[in-house]
Nanobody
Framework: QVQLVESGGGLVQAGDSLRLSCAAS????????MGWFRQSPGKEREFVAA????????YSADSLKGRLTISRDNAKNTVYLQMTSLKPEDTAVYYC????????????????????WGQGTQVTVSS
């Protein structure tokens, strides 16, 4: 089992950058594919990015490519989401998620595929 705690959210202005962190408990962090999702009021939770358990492969939503980078440090049990050129429509609660990976290249883009979730961190982008 793994517990996830996100941090790094806040109020920023359009065009700013922000780095979110997600710290995981447990000694098997490197066994998990990690993902980031976000949810705005009245909208469904949407996939943002995912990274394979070794960090060798990353994937991001097509609409966000070029503006974000997902990375992980398995020695620190932490996954990061670096976002740049933030827009007001990026305003959402950002969630970190984990799922035990089935292979070194496994990644998952649907929220239902993840079994562990953090409590979320609010990101608000003002215009």
């Amino acid at each position: 089992q793994v517990q996830l705690v996100e941090s790094g959210g806040g109020l920023v202005q359009a065009g700013d950058s922000l780095r979110l962190s997600c710290a995981a408990s447990g000694r098997t962090f490197s066994s998990y594919t990690m993902g980031w999702f976000r949810q705005s009021p009245g909208k469904e939770r949407e996939f943002v990015a995912a990274i394979t358990r070794s960090g060798g492969n990353t994937y991001s939503a097509d609409s966000l490519k070029g503006r974000l980078t997902i990375s992980r440090d398995n020695a620190k049990n932490t996954v990061y989401l670096q976002m740049t050129s933030l827009k007001p429509e990026d305003t959402a609660v950002y969630y970190c998620a984990a799922r035990r990976a089935l292979s070194d290249i496994a990644y998952y883009t649907r929220s239902g595929e993840y079994g562990y979730w953090g409590q979320g961190t609010q990101v608000t982008v003002s215009s």
